[in-house]
């Protein structure tokens, strides 16, 4: 069970959700922030961000029990029971991914320009939520004798701090995108971008966190996952840009929604 922050007189405030909830809002705020600027209305963010919000919950926890599959398989009714922690980043991505597609397709907004928005949004939210890991005790690194260890896990041996790292590199990442977006070729290459340095970095962190190695050792799946990802980002955004798709990001620039 996710380990109490503090109480509001009768109600308990956990400190993973309350993590995730703080995401969420400094997420929205800043993509509705970012996308007034470029002409989208506020509205449109914050629908999408709610809907994305539900999505990738979902698909988090269904690819986490599919990928433990054996730990679920015997008492169906623990799928639904979260308190205790179950969720995959990847997806509650690829998920929120194709609901905020679903609502953008329907509403007739521009895709590549509010993925875009929403790219660093999820960059800085994902940073929050990895702090609240920490607090939590979850997501920690293998056992290490660096000066920066810390305890966890559940016999509480000196660790790498795996949950700085990951905060870390999102924030790094955050920073790229920026660079990315003033440079961009094409609607859609700061999302394409995101998905790249993301999975490059948790490929590298993924070497520092616990985790179970098995059918891809001495990788993990989530390694093999991030190797393909980062292919599929990088590849597409060289072709892209090398088939003269530079009109395609100056010609976003002036369009309402």
């Not at 953008?104 to 999820?122: H, M, N, T």
């Not at 896990?153 to 790094?172: F, K, N, T, V």
Request: aromatic fraction near 12%; hydrophobic fraction near 50%; proline fraction near 4%.
């Amino acid at each position: 069970m996710y380990p109490v922050l503090f109480n509001l007189g009768k109600y308990p405030v956990y400190s993973w959700g309350l993590s995730l909830a703080l995401a969420f809002v400094v997420g929205t705020l800043y993509a509705a922030f970012t996308g007034k600027k470029k002409g989208v209305h506020p509205d449109h963010i914050i629908d999408l961000a709610l809907i994305a919000c539900i999505t990738s919950i979902v698909g988090a926890r269904l690819l986490h029990v599919l990928l433990n599959l054996r730990s679920y398989i015997d008492y169906p009714a623990s799928i639904l029971q979260m308190r205790d922690g179950g969720l995959s980043y990847f997806g509650g991505l690829a998920a929120g991914v194709l609901g905020g597609w679903i609502y953008v397709k329907v509403r007739k907004l521009p895709v590549g320009k509010i993925a875009d928005i929403a790219a660093p949004a999820v960059a800085i939210g994902y940073a929050i939520v990895r702090a609240g890991c920490l607090l939590n005790g979850c997501c920690y690194g293998e056992p290490s004798g660096v000066p920066w260890a810390i305890a966890g896990g559940h016999d509480e041996l000196l660790r790498h701090p795996a949950q700085i790292y990951s905060a870390l590199y999102s924030l790094i990442i955050f920073g790229l995108l920026w660079l990315v977006e003033a440079r961009k070729k094409f609607e859609g290459q700061v999302i394409w971008a995101y998905i790249g340095f993301y999975s490059v970095a948790r490929f590298i962190v993924e070497f520092f966190r616990a985790g179970v190695r098995d059918y891809f050792a001495p990788l993990t799946a989530t390694q093999v996952l991030c190797i393909a990802l980062a292919v599929l980002a990088f590849g597409y955004i060289r072709v892209r840009s090398s088939h003269g798709a530079g009109t395609d990001a100056s010609a976003g620039k002036g369009a309402r929604a």
